[in-house]
């Protein structure tokens, strides 16, 4: 299952980034990450990922909940949703 993760960063982009390059992304085995994409002011942060297991997100959010706060939306592709829209 596909997922975005709305990340929104409490104290600026930049710890965030800091952190990265010290330690990586920190994900679980079994997350995995896919892309992202950051809005221009550089507040938020979009990154698809894919699980069979939505639970690692929570360790996944621990590591980094002191420099931003996340909203975990599952998400279908357009094909897959026009396919339930017209049945």
């Keep these: ?11 600026g982009a930049r710890p965030v980034y800091e ?3 010290e330690r990586g992304r920190l994900l679980p085995a079994g997350l995995e990450y896919v892309d992202s994409w950051v809005d221009e002011d550089m507040s938020r942060c979009f990154q698809l990922m894919e699980t069979a297991d939505p639970a690692l997100f929570d360790a996944w959010i621990a590591e980094w909940s002191d420099l931003a706060e996340f909203e975990v939306v599952p998400v279908i592709g357009s094909a897959e949703a026009a396919e339930r829209a017209l049945g």
């Design 1 to 11: 299952m596909r997922y975005m993760v709305v990340e929104r960063f409490t104290h």
């Design 19 to 21: 952190r990265a390059a």
